[in-house]
């Protein structure tokens, strides 16, 4: 028997990545699709042929036939559409950043455990094949001792109407993107981070966060990364240890239809000597849902849990007191 997603707002990022990577899998299906617009609502459904469409949020999570809500809705709607979920016996995968406060996870983590669900963020980098293989090469010691891994991720948007735009729904930069590579840097090294250091510019009309550069220090290695909203699209992921590089190319957009690549390098300059790990082409989105299924079904623990959501968050919401107050700040 599938397992029944239902999934709250009609996004751009539910329509064109993760509800056609759910599409026509064994294990479980999109069933039904949640807008405050029933006609958008319907438009979407039929579009990406999800049997049932609901005209607000609250009959989607209380429809007895779906067992997981999907929750791509804008930042600062998060943890009440998550807890709202939780107390209907719903299994839960919100979108990143689940939370723009640390201290909303504990309400989260209270009543998952109250009600007996499976409750987590959305990371699909913890699933991809090409950053599972970047962990166990990192932590097995084949660069050598790492002691540093840089970062870079922009992408350009100056449109007023775009969520990322407005302060108010947690846009900006550092929340939109800068989770990754903290994200990602925690995930590879198995660490959190003792202190950071951060600068940020703002843009004068929107008010959010357009670049900011981070450092942060672990107890074995350092990150440093920079993020931008208005920036030449780029990104990129480097970890350096004392013998080899490991670069992967493409870390966070990871393509649904061609293979992707990382490589390990000596250090020549030019960079014409390198190791290509290649992997088989694979849709991060379909893999997500897949892990968050078959943690449902088999009582297992979720990719992204909400402790690791928690520690996250305390990260990012130190990044902003340490940019404002412009000082370092100890974690």
């Known amino acids: 028997m599938k397992l029944k997603w239902g999934v709250l ?3 751009k990022l539910a329509r064109e990545k993760v509800i056609p990577a759910m599409a026509g899998h064994q294990a479980f299906e999109v069933n039904a699709i949640a807008s405050r617009d029933m006609e958008k609502a319907r438009e979407a459904a039929e579009k990406l042929a999800v049997p049932r469409y609901f005209g607000s949020y609250e009959a989607l999570i209380q429809d007895p036939e779906i067992d997981v809500v999907y929750i791509p809705l804008p930042n600062d709607l998060h943890v009440e559409y998550t807890l709202k979920c939780i107390e209907a016996g719903k299994h839960v995968l919100c979108e990143k950043p689940l939370s723009l406060k640390a201290a909303d996870m504990d309400r989260l983590i209270q009543a998952r455990d109250k009600h007996q669900v499976k409750v987590g963020e959305a990371f699909m980098v913890q699933s991809h094949p090409q950053w599972i293989k970047a962990r166990q090469i990192v932590q097995g010691g084949d660069l050598g001792k790492v002691s540093l891994i840089h970062g870079f991720f922009s992408y350009y948007n100056v449109k007023p109407e775009n969520i990322r735009n407005k302060p108010e729904h947690g846009g900006g930069a ?3 993107i800068g989770c990754y590579p903290v ?3 925690r995930m590879v090294l198995g660490e959190e981070p003792i202190r950071l250091v951060a600068s940020m510019e703002y843009d004068p009309g929107f008010g959010t966060d357009k670049l900011a550069s981070v450092m942060m220090e672990f107890p074995s290695a350092r990150a440093v990364f920079s993020v931008s909203t208005q920036l030449v699209p780029y990104q990129r992921m480097q970890f350096f240890g004392e013998q080899k590089e490991l670069e992967i190319r493409i870390p966070f ?6 293979p992707c690549e990382i490589r390990i390098a000596t250090g020549d300059i030019f960079r014409e000597n390198f190791d290509p790990l290649s992997f088989e082409t694979c849709n991060q989105y379909t893999l997500q849902a897949e892990d968050f299924t078959k943690a449902v079904v088999e009582d297992g623990e979720v990719p992204v ?5 928690k520690a996250n968050a305390k990260v990012l919401e130190a990044i902003f007191r340490s940019a404002k107050e412009r000082k370092w700040i100890d974690l």
């Open 9 to 11: 707002g009609a996004s």
């Open 305 to 309: 849990t909400l402790e690791n959501s």
């Open 183 to 185: 994200f990602t840097s």
């Open 174 to 176: 550092i929340w939109d």
């Open 253 to 258: 957009n990871a393509p649904p239809d061609r």
